[in-house]
Structures are given as C-alpha cells and as structure tokens.
C-alpha cells in the first residue's frame, strides 16, 4: 500500500524535530492526573478500554486504505460539511477544545444538527472565569453533567461570567456526552484501535504542552500515524497536522461514543 496522502501544508510532528510548533497558546495541565495502577484516571467520568475495542494491528493497514478509498474518514466528513476548526485564542484552553472538538464531530456523525459549542462554557466556569490551563478530565466531567452551550449564546472564548445564566445552563443539557472510553497513556494499539471505529479523541501531549483532537489513522512511509486538528484556527492544512513516531503517544486520551440527542 502506498503512503496516505497528505497535504503539503499538513505540519508533520515526528521525533526527527525536536523543536515544538509555535502558533497559539497551550494550556494542558496534567498534574492533577493521578493514574490507577493501570494508568487509568477518569473514574466514573468515562468508560475503560476494553478487550473487545482492540482491532489487531495486522488489519490496520487495510482498514486505513480502505477508508480512504471509501472518504469516510472524519476529515472527509469535515471538509464535506465545511467545519472550521477551533480557535483557542489567547486562551489556556486546549484541554477543553479537543474535547468540546470531538461532541461536534460525534454529533456530526449521528446526523445531528451541525451546532458549534463553546469551549469557553466549559473551562471559565470551572477555572471560576480564569485565564488557566486543565486536562481532560476536567472537560469530560462538565460535558457530562452540565454540556456546552452553543457559540451563539456564549462566544467561543468568552470568560464574562454574564454567559453563566440560567437560560444557557439548561440550554447546555442539549449538549452533554453520554458515554465515553479512556485509553490507558501512551498505548497505540488502543489509540489506532479506537480511530479506525471512528471515534475522535481529546489527546494531551506532555511533550508540547497542548491538547488537540485526534481524527483518524493514516498511514505514512510504511508505518502508522496519525492525523490530529488543532485548535488554532488555520493553523497548518484547515487546522490539520500529522503525529508520528513517539510523539504521537498520548500521555492523556479520551474519545467520545456518544452525545445528547436533539
């Protein structure tokens, strides 16, 4: 199979750069991470992947081909329906975009109404309308209890706390997660085996300090990657880059199954 096609302006993060991309603000905080003894750290907040997730990594290839020819990747489903990626701002709110990212595309995949959610709903509220960085977790758990309320109520990166109203936290209920699947850090088989069932992922990386949303496998000079958005607006090829090599092993990952109906 010849490599997956990439676009000359996707950014490709491998471990022969060492430098960290530079273009917008980070914000991932994992130190209040506290893993279980097999690496584990949501709780209840979100499902264990489980034995019967893995897909066999002799199949990656051909899924990954066929998927392609197929243009039922999420980035195919994207472009189709024009969704702009994210833009964090001057926010330390990485940690709740990738997540907030990966309820739109799970909404977009259930045929949902294409509404775009706030991040800013759900990070100034629990960083008490502070400029300052999480992790995932942290978002999950909103989504879960409380959801996001749609950009035409709270703007994207807004932290008045005059947003924090009644009205939108009922309207917020109409975006909630309902179940999502956390994979142990740094775990590829589990990472690749959840992209190719087509489930987004909140993935947060220790080495650039940034949490961004996992889209889908690919597959590159012979070998697995991984092709993420960013949350920095235009950033690389409509906000696309590639991870590959030891630097696409999340140290905090978790995808969503599925979101509110509305």
């Not at 309320?149 to 009205?167: E, F, L, T």
């Not at 909140?202 to 000079?221: F, K, Q, S």
Request: aromatic share 12%; proline share 5%.
């Amino acid at each position: 199979m010849s490599s997956s096609r990439v676009s000359q302006y996707e950014l490709i993060l491998d471990d022969d750069k060492a430098l960290i991309p530079k273009g917008g603000y980070g914000g991932l905080d994992l130190s209040e991470r506290l893993p279980d003894a097999e690496g584990f750290a949501y709780g209840q907040f979100a499902g264990r992947f489980s034995e019967d997730l893995y897909i066999p990594e002799t199949d990656w290839q051909g899924m990954i081909e066929e998927r392609e020819q197929q243009q039922s990747q999420i980035s195919d489903f994207i472009r189709h329906k024009q969704l702009a990626p994210l833009n964090q701002g001057n926010t330390n709110y990485c940690w709740a975009n990738a997540p907030v990212h990966c309820l739109e595309l799970v909404r977009m995949r259930q045929n949902q109404p294409l509404v775009r959610l706030s991040p800013a709903s759900v990070a100034a509220p629990i960083k008490r309308f502070a400029n300052r960085g999480g992790w995932g977790r942290d978002a999950i758990r909103w989504l879960a209890d409380r959801g996001a309320v749609p950009v035409g109520s709270w703007p994207a990166n807004s932290r008045d706390q005059k947003y924090y109203n009644d009205s939108n936290r009922e309207l917020a209920k109409n975006y909630m997660v309902r179940e999502w699947v956390e994979c142990q850090p740094r775990n590829l088989s589990q990472m690749v085996s959840l992209l190719l069932r087509g489930i987004p992922l909140a993935a947060g990386y220790n080495w650039w300090g940034h949490e961004v949303t996992l889209c889908e496998a690919i597959w590159l000079d012979g070998e697995v990657a991984i092709r993420f958005r960013n949350s920095w607006g235009n950033w690389g090829d409509y906000g696309f880059g590639i991870v590959r090599g030891s630097k696409m092993l999340a140290d905090d990952l978790v995808g969503p199954y599925s979101g509110s109906m509305t």
